[in-house]
Nanobody, 118 residues
């Protein structure tokens, strides 16, 4: 079992910034991918950003140029720096980890609320 602990969510004004962090612990052998998803009310969960163990990164188009994902592999920690936040970024953000194992390899955090509002 792997546990993911997220922090950094909150309420910010449009144009503001937040940094999310997620640390994995437990039965970790090797992490393949760490990423962030989000889910707004009435919408499906979407991938926001991910980074693999080689450092390759992808972003959803709507956050390109505003969000930055990074990781500290030795700490099993992933960050999401969110700048120039917009109201449409409001969602519950979930940390996701995929282990480099054939089974029992996909884990989710409990989610942290990000609200962008005046």
């Amino acid at each position: 079992q792997v546990q993911l602990v997220e922090s950094g969510g909150g309420l910010v004004q449009p144009g503001g910034s937040l940094r999310l962090s997620c640390t994995a612990s437990g039965s970790i052998f090797r992490i393949d991918i760490m990423g962030w998803y989000r889910q707004a009310p009435g919408k499906q969960r979407e991938l926001v950003a991910s980074i693999n163990r080689a450092g390759r990164i992808n972003y959803v188009d709507s956050v390109e140029g505003r969000f930055t994902i990074s990781r500290e592999g030795a700490k099993n920690t992933v960050y999401l720096q969110m700048n120039s936040l917009k109201p449409e970024d409001t969602a519950v953000y979930y940390c996701n980890v995929v282990l480099a194992t054939v089974t029992d390899n996909n884990y989710w955090g409990q989610g942290t609320q990000v609200t962008v509002s005046s």
